[in-house]
């Protein structure tokens, strides 16, 4: 069974571009997770997605955005970058977020915004 | 606010020995509680976890946390650490119905010859 695919792995990015980032949950999940994970800042909660719809949404700037499709994948859209948005974004999925269920990390995407 | 805390931000300790990572969490009525381990370069994976039953939770490569309620506590433990054991840890709790799991800001195992 194939795993939490995220694309793409590395790229950099300049200060007020966007970026869209991609994510393949496993087969059946219906809950999708971003977050952030900086240097001593552990990860942090971006926002989940269930069947295309959002659940929760962490403390960051409307800059940060998402979406689920039909399929169960999602995908994140960060505009205007900031220096500050260097960090690695990961994807996790589950059956559902709320019941205990196991989440389950891609690799993540590596941003640098020079 | 609901939140995770991870006491120690670098633990170092010899092979062989017993290691105790720390972690409490803000108050609820109900969580569900994770530990997960993140090796160099790699993606996260969890160790263990704890939903309900037995505050002891025994999880992969020879690691174990215990629940306590009273204390908000969710403490990882190893009797005896090996090299490969080095890695970034990290406690999370998820409220339920909150549709998110909080994570610690992480502890970073050293394990030393």
């Known amino acids: 069974k194939a795993g939490v695919t995220q694309t793409p792995r590395y790229l950099i990015k300049t200060r007020g571009q966007q970026v869209t980032l991609s994510c393949s949950p496993i087969?059946?999940?219906?809950?999708v997770s971003w977050y952030q994970q900086t240097p001593g800042q552990g990860l942090q909660f971006l926002f989940e997605y269930f069947s295309e719809t959002q659940r929760n949404k962490g403390n960051f700037p409307g800059r940060f955005s998402g979406r689920q499709f039909s399929n169960s994948r999602s995908e994140m859209n960060v505009s205007t970058l900031e220096l500050g948005d260097s960090a690695l974004y990961l994807c996790?999925?589950?059956?559902?977020?709320?019941?205990?269920?196991?989440?389950?990390f891609g690799e993540g995407s590596w941003l640098t915004v020079v | 606010a609901q939140s995770v805390t991870q006491l120690d931000s670098q633990v170092p300790v010899f092979e062989e020995a017993p290691v105790e990572l720390r972690c409490n969490y803000s108050s609820s009525v109900s969580v569900y509680l994770f530990w997960y381990v993140q090796y160099p370069n790699q993606g996260l994976q969890l160790l263990l976890k704890y939903l309900s039953g037995s505050t002891l939770v025994k999880g992969i490569n020879g690691f174990e946390a215990e629940f306590n309620k009273s204390q908000t506590s969710f403490h990882l433990r190893k009797p005896s650490v090996h090299i490969s054991d080095t890695a970034e840890y990290f406690c999370?709790?998820?409220?339920?119905?909150?549709?998110?799991?909080?994570f610690g800001a992480g502890t970073r195992l050293f394990v030393k010859a």
């Open positions: 999370a709790v998820m409220y339920t119905g909150g549709f998110k799991t909080i």
């Open positions: 996790a999925s589950s059956l559902d977020s709320s019941s205990g269920n196991t989440i389950y």
């Open positions: 087969s059946g999940h219906r809950s």
